[in-house]
């Protein structure tokens, strides 16, 4: 899986969004071989922190990237990108309710981890360069701070039901985070 652009990187992660969502990319790559590569509980654990990646990536992209990108690239390219993590979203759901040890699971998986491919590919070629050339360091490293602010309050499990809406992201998001960060501590302990 390609998720790294051609373009060098000359920014700290930390400063930079774009640089933020690039190594998360990466992550989230390494999570899908993890997840098929585990069996028993390892193998939970790692869908499980992809899950939660994934639905924390997708909510801040959607509340502090696309409405940029809409300006910069253009509304066709956000509507595109918000469709194509509205349609993650529900599968991502649905993946939840798997047995994440069946032949299903790990098909249907297989399946999801090319659509978040085919997606990150066109972020990194379509989006992602837009705003590199519209936007200065200072405004990427803002949007990178609000990015990191946004994932700390950001629901750690799909809700297809505000995914590919920024505004829906902004009114449901913090609530749902409330829920699912519970659920996630209930889980755990």
């Known amino acids: 899986m390609s ?8 920014v700290e992660p930390e400063d930079d969004i774009l640089e933020q969502l690039l190594e998360q990319h990466d992550r989230i790559r390494q999570l899908f071989a993890e997840t098929l ?9 790692c869908f499980d922190e992809l899950r939660a990646l994934l639905a924390v990536h997708e909510s801040a992209e959607e509340m502090i990237l696309r409405p940029v990108a809409k300006r910069v690239a253009g509304k066709e390219e956000a509507e595109a990108r918000n469709e194509e993590e509205s349609q993650a979203n529900k599968e991502l759901a649905e993946l939840e309710g798997l047995d994440v040890h069946s032949a299903e699971f790990d098909a249907r998986l297989r399946a999801f981890q090319s659509a978040v491919e085919d997606h990150a590919r066109h972020e990194e070629q379509e989006e992602f360069p837009s705003i590199r050339a519209e936007c200065d360091i200072d405004d990427r490293r803002s949007m990178g701070r609000r990015l990191r602010a946004v994932e700390r309050m950001a629901p750690t499990h799909p809700h297809p039901r505000t995914a590919g809406s920024t505004a829906a992201q902004w ?9 699912d960060r519970a659920k996630d501590a209930l889980r755990r302990g």
Not at 37 to 45: H, I, L, P, T, V
């Open 3 to 10: 998720m790294t652009s051609g373009s060098p990187r000359t």
């Open 37 to 45: 590569d585990s069996e028993g509980d390892a193998k939970q654990q």
């Open 171 to 179: 009114t449901v998001g913090p609530f749902a985070a409330m829920l």
